[in-house]
């Protein structure tokens, strides 16, 4: 399919902890085409507005019947803007974006998601389970006021590690603390990872060490989302050239990307 800027219903846009909300807007002629860690463009501001004026860029985390669901923090302006959509009201979205997603060819999966960056791997999570495959998900926060796919981990009855830096819900502790153990579980596993980029660079330090293939989906600030404005580079240390996180990516093999 090819990219579409439209303008689709708001179902659902509330608070759900920490700095976390979730909307979710219905979008029929999109579902079809939404692939696992593919995002979208939501314009914050009316269609007479130029402040902010550029598209915030988010994760598809689900896809449920006709809606497309979608996580996002609450930082500055345009994601305070979100903030004031109601049920009823209509949004702009540019989808679906990105051109490289995480590979099928494992035999396991282990999944780590921190913070927000879980939901850049929870439609990969539904996907797995659809298609049968072996996986363990890990999800790391510094306290559990951000754990904010807790409720969508429950009505989806998945079985998630959960990791809070102070110990207020689940393991004490990082979520790289027992990633090492797990990767060698199994034979032909690879390490799906999105978040922090401080924790995604120590993930894929570990995954060097231990030689267990490592795949990030990274999160940039985007001007346009297609490879225009060539704003959302990142090196390839292989290539000793820059890709584009929205083009290239948004999934990459770990061990070419200088984080």
Known sequence: MEITDGVYKITENRFI????????????????????????????????????????????????????????????????????????DYIQVLA????????????????????????????????????GKSFKALYGVRRKEQLSMLEWIEENNFDVIIYTEDGSFGKKGLITQDLEKFAKEKPNTALAVCGPYGMMKAVVKLAKKIDVPCFVSLE?????GFGICIGCVVKDTEKNTYVRVCYEGPVFDGFRIEL
């Open 96 to 131: 679906p974006l990105g051109n490289n997603f995480f590979p099928e060819d494992y035999d396991h999966y282990i999944l780590v998601g921190g913070g927000i960056g879980f939901a850049g791997l929870s439609l990969f999570m539904k996907y797995l389970r659809e298609k």
């Open 220 to 224: 940039s600030k985007m001007a346009c």
């Open 17 to 88: 902890s920490g700095r976390t909300w979730v909307m979710k807007v219905q979008a029929p002629n999109l579902v079809p085409h939404i692939k696992p860690a593919s995002f979208a463009m939501l314009r914050a501001s009316l269609d007479y507005q130029y402040d902010p004026l550029l598209r915030r860029a988010f994760a598809i985390a689900d896809v449920v019947d006709d809606e497309l669901w979608f996580y996002y923090d609450v930082y500055g302006k345009g994601t305070k803007l979100l903030t004031q959509k109601k049920s009823g």
